[in-house]
């Protein structure tokens, strides 16, 4: 209760964009929460489908991308809506932000290596993938830097 009227008196000292960027969080916090919701009940019926129907074989490494790769769909999302709801309150400014993207964007390559089929997909996609996770790499390292050496 006492988070409330916390949230309500700090809702009070807002700008009127400030207030208008609390909805829109808001908002995409929910979408992204009934995405969630609906990917999580999509990897749970898969799941079963896969382990009761199809029975798994250990084998078979198509279900175990398929499987991950929704697994970290998932995550990805559930990372996602966390960024959004620090920004709803107000917790991070400026380099955390941009780190959490960058590691975000991360996690969503990590997915499409996971899911990737390196004998049918051209070599120039490789690389470029490799090349974008070796540039995000560098620019979080970039930031981590500039984050340890003046503290925010």
């Known amino acids: 209760m006492g988070s409330i009227k916390k949230w309500c008196a700090e809702w009070r000292t807002l700008t009127l964009y400030e207030k208008f960027e609390q909805i829109v969080a808001l908002i995409l916090t929910t979408v992204i929460a009934v995405i969630i919701v609906c990917a999580l009940y999509d990897l749970v019926v898969q799941t079963f489908f896969i382990l009761f129907k199809l029975g798994l074989n250990p084998l078979d490494h198509k279900v175990f991308q398929t499987l991950f790769g929704m697994f970290m769909t998932v995550l990805i999302a559930l990372e996602f809506k966390h960024s959004i709801l620090k920004v709803s309150l107000r917790q991070g400014e400026g380099v955390v932000q941009v780190k959490t993207v960058i590691l975000i964007a ?23 993938l490799a090349f974008s996770v070796l540039v995000l790499g560098g620019i979080y390292w970039l930031l981590r830097e500039q984050y340890l050496k003046y503290g925010k």
Not at 110 to 115: G, M, P, S, T
Not at 116 to 125: A, M, Q
């Open 106 to 128: 991360l996690l969503a390559l990590a997915r499409k290596f996971i899911i990737l089929d390196f004998k049918t997909e051209p070599p120039l996609k490789l690389f470029a």
